[in-house]
């Protein structure tokens, strides 16, 4: 079975550039989550889907940040414009509905994003 | 203050001996998870081990354990017999249902390094 994969795997813009990243969830996993590390900081929360609803949107930075997940398959991220500090990893990760804290959440590789 | 905390950076390990990486958190929840992760140089972050807030027992994982002392708010890992592909970051995170939802607060992460 495939794990979470996203895409691209490094991307390089320049500042005022719009980027897209992709993740493609495991099949049958309806909560989706989107992470980042930025550089010398910890993984933070981003956003987290459940199909195509989302369910929690509050560690999003700012309106330059699109999450959509159309259809309850594959998300995207989009940053419009890109700013310096969006530099990072992004991470997302996937997981099948569980009502306890056992949960568990497969990440993807993330995707690493440096913004010039 | 920090919900998860990881105070040992960096580390080094002699190859086939047990290392215990530490992890300390804090919650008002009950019920709650803790989860490892391990993150070789490639940059995937994989799944390695759980514990639940009410499980009586450690976790155990082939090689990997988690010494929970749910009083003193710890759980650290513990690697027995390190291999050289031990080498990566390894983080602890905690997943709170009732405080914030299905997102993981992740740790600041320690550098484990296996000594040939």
């Known amino acids: 079975e495939a794990g979470v994969t996203q895409f691209p795997s490094h991307s390089v813009i320049e500042k005022g550039q719009t980027v897209t990243l992709r993740c493609d969830p495991i099949?049958?996993?309806?909560?989706l989550y989107w992470y980042r590390r930025v550089m010398g900081k910890e993984i933070k929360f981003l956003l987290h889907?459940?199909?195509?609803?989302?369910?929690?949107e509050s560690g999003m930075p700012n309106n330059r940040f699109l999450a959509e997940r159309t259809g309850g398959t594959y998300s995207t991220l989009k940053v419009q414009p890109a700013e310096l500090e969006d530099s990072g990893v992004y991470f997302c990760?996937?997981?099948?509905?569980?009502?306890?804290?056992?949960?568990?959440?497969?990440f993807g590789p993330g995707t690493r994003l440096l913004v010039l | 203050a920090q919900k998860i905390t990881q105070t040992q950076p960096g580390m080094f390990v002699q190859e086939k001996e047990a290392v215990t990486l530490d992890c300390t958190y804090d919650?008002?929840?009950?019920?709650?998870?803790l989860f490892w992760y391990k993150q070789p140089s490639s940059g995937e972050m994989i799944f390695l081990i759980y514990?639940?807030?009410?499980?009586?027992q450690n976790a155990t994982e082939g090689r990997y354990s988690l010494n929970f002392q749910k009083a003193r708010k710890s759980a650290n890992l513990v690697i027995s017999a390190s291999q050289l592909g031990d080498s990566a970051m390894y983080f602890c995170?905690?997943?709170?249902?009732?405080?914030?939802?299905?997102?993981?607060?992740f740790g600041g992460g320690t550098r484990l390094m296996v000594k040939p």
């Open positions: 990760a996937s997981s099948q509905v569980s009502k306890d804290s056992q949960e568990t959440q497969y």
């Open positions: 995170a905690m997943r709170e249902p009732y405080n914030a939802g299905n997102m993981l607060t």
């Open positions: 514990q639940g807030s009410y499980d009586e």
């Open positions: 889907f459940v199909k195509e609803s989302k369910q929690d």
């Open positions: 919650t008002s929840d009950q019920s709650y998870g």
């Open positions: 099949s049958g996993h309806d909560n």
